[in-house]
């Protein structure tokens, strides 16, 4: 209760300072102009009547007449409004000032006549306080204003810095991938002439080279368009990759592709299955029989399921655990959004399991196909 009230306080002291102000200023010019000061409740109670009567008309009067967007409905409705809190103002006055009088002890009103002196002298009263509520109102929807106003300018500037920072990147952008136009081809031309030199003296190493220059050339071609590739172009690429890590283990890794054919035609945004067969490399364990890596793709109810599952690796390489996954997250979103969900998780055997669903619908409205580059560039 207390923190409540301290905040009140807190939040509305400017109003508490004006209004303290206000009053001690009007009770001591009265007081020592007419030689006379009231009792205590007197000032309690009227000035309360007149500061809920000042934000009444401001807060509630003028804010519903000024909603009107007809100018001429306001020129006639603010008139009869503010005649109409004059007479509640002087009606319930009198009520009040009846009530008090019964504690005149308190109060200091022994007696209340309603004549053509207190009407007036209410009259006024309540014209004194819808003039200071109405330069009250005016101000704070001016400063509403003012602060609307601010609020859009600064949107707007930062509107046109993002923009500009936006605008930075893609020059960045551009000027990254004009520099990878020119390093693809020395690459793939120096790994074609280190095949063709090795390939007599040393067939595996040039065996490694030449799925790995495909793998490459697929991961550069796949990165250049928007689109969406074949699923069994995904499935040669982690065949590839599969090839080149048996190739460094000399054959003792366990991996197992399990692919539906109606799915193989379907196409997906790239580099989805190369990802997560990355991850399956770089934290599990393969090179238990019993405990192969698996991989499957196939389509139920509708929707294409990507699902693998592998032993996790004791020695648990941390470095970019997670990057990977947050990218297939990320790209499934921004190309499907809801129609697609991955979800991984650790189980009770030491095995990690990742899936990918997707709306087939989705992926037919999505499907448009990546022009492949030949060898030449063209």
């Not at 196939?298 to 399921?305: E, I, P, R, T, V």
């Amino acid at each position: 209760m207390f923190l409540t009230i301290q905040k009140f306080i807190k939040r509305k002291k400017i109003h508490i300072v004006a209004w303290a102000s206000f009053i001690i200023y009007e009770t001591l010019i009265i007081g020592f102009a007419t030689q006379k000061f009231s009792e205590i409740g007197d000032y309690i109670i009227h000035y309360s009547y007149n500061i809920c009567f000042f934000y009444f008309h401001a807060h509630v009067t003028l804010y519903h007449v000024f909603r009107f967007k007809n100018r001429k409905t306001v020129y006639w409705i603010l008139p009869l409004a503010t005649l109409l809190e004059i007479i509640l103002y002087t009606s319930l006055l009198y009520v009040i000032n009846l009530t008090a009088s019964t504690f005149p002890y308190i109060t200091g009103i022994s007696e209340v006549v309603f004549n053509k002196s207190f009407i007036l002298k209410s009259v006024w009263r309540s014209l004194y306080f819808v003039g200071f509520s109405s330069g009250y109102y005016f101000l704070i929807t001016f400063l509403k204003e003012k602060e609307h106003t601010t609020e859009l300018e600064r949107q707007r500037l930062n509107q046109i810095i993002g923009q500009q920072k936006m605008e930075q990147e893609l020059a960045k952008a551009q000027n990254a991938y004009l520099r990878a136009q020119i390093n693809p081809h020395f690459l793939f031309n120096t790994l074609n002439f280190i095949y063709n030199k090795t390939r007599k003296s040393a067939p595996i190493a040039a065996d490694a080279i030449l799925t790995l220059s495909a793998m490459m050339r697929y991961a550069i071609e796949a990165g250049e368009d928007k689109g969406n590739i074949l699923i069994e172009e995904e499935i040669e690429q982690v065949h590839n990759l599969i090839h080149l890590h048996r190739l460094r283990q000399n054959d003792q890794i366990y991996f197992e592709i399990v692919a539906q054919n109606d799915v193989k035609k379907i196409r997906i945004i790239p580099l989805i299955l190369i990802t997560l067969v990355e991850n399956i490399f770089k934290h599990g364990n393969l090179s238990l029989k019993h405990h192969p890596a698996i991989i499957k793709v196939y389509m139920l109810d509708a929707k294409l399921y990507i699902e693998t599952d592998n032993l996790i690796n004791a020695i648990h390489n941390k470095t970019g655990f997670s990057k990977g996954l947050e990218n297939i997250e990320k790209r499934l979103k921004n190309a499907y959004g809801n129609a697609a969900t991955f979800e991984h998780e650790a189980d009770a055997r030491n095995h990690f399991k990742t899936q990918v669903m997707i709306n087939v619908e989705t992926l037919h409205a999505f499907a448009l196909p990546i022009d492949i580059l030949d060898d030449t560039g063209k």
